[in-house]
């Protein structure tokens, strides 16, 4: 099997080789960038890129852009790295379509562990369909039709849909919710889940009145009769 690609970028350098040493040992192939107009050009040049890591504050171009550009040509999972713990960052990089968020410092065994957690998930190999609704779920092809066409999904709305079909008619505390989707050491509140329950209710169209708001305590997930 190939080696996976990551493409880390940040513009120090130290940090740089620091990621590429942990994740080199667990087998993945590191391309760096330096600053957001490097990226943006490895992205487009290399097919096959993985995952991305991303710091926020670069030259030349902020982490910020570089994942808006991203976005309008692909889901590919972004981690995004920042000096900075405040709510609102973290609240814009979900809107932005970010998957996983860590504040420096960090613990490079915790950065691994995510970067290992999301690509096994994205990348699984089951052949398991979820169908309800006319809302099928192909895990394989990490696609998601509506009544026949696709719908754009970013990688966390498609776990969270994918969950809340897997737990049809049960009611989901965000706290579980948490758990599940964003993995045991994410330290998130329930505006995280709101947010991304929300765009993706908007994308689902009128099937988005599936996904039902339990107040005071989270989502379940039912077909209408």
């Not at 570089?66 to 692909?74: A, G, H, L, N």
């Not at 998601?144 to 990688?155: A, F, K, N, P």
Request: glycine share 8%; proline share 2%.
């Amino acid at each position: 099997m190939d080696m996976l690609k990551v493409l880390m970028v940040d513009d120090e350098a130290r940090m740089r080789k620091l990621v590429k040493d942990f994740l080199t040992i667990k087998g993945y192939q590191v391309l760096e960038a330096e600053d957001g107009e490097q990226a943006l050009e490895m992205f487009f040049a290399q097919k096959d890129i993985a995952l991305i890591i991303l710091d926020v504050m670069m030259p030349k171009m902020d982490g910020w852009e570089v994942c808006r550009t991203i976005r309008q040509y692909s889901q590919i999972p972004i981690i995004m790295l920042t000096a900075r713990s405040e709510e609102r960052d973290e609240l814009q990089g979900f809107k932005l379509g970010v998957d996983e968020y860590i504040s420096k410092p960090f613990s490079p065994k915790i950065l691994v562990a995510r970067v290992e957690a999301i690509l096994r998930r994205s990348r699984g190999a089951s052949g398991d369909v979820a169908e309800a609704g006319g809302i099928r779920i192909d895990k394989a092809a990490h696609q998601v039709t509506i009544d026949g066409q696709v719908i754009d999904l970013s990688y966390k709305e498609f776990e969270l849909l994918t969950y809340f079909m897997e737990n049809q008619g049960l009611a989901l505390s965000r706290e579980k919710i948490l758990n599940h989707v964003w993995n045991y050491d994410y330290f998130g509140d329930a505006r995280t889940i709101d947010t991304h329950v929300k765009k993706l209710r908007s994308k689902m169209g009128e099937k988005g009145d599936y996904i039902k708001t339990i107040w005071g305590m989270g989502y379940k997930f039912e077909v209408n009769d």
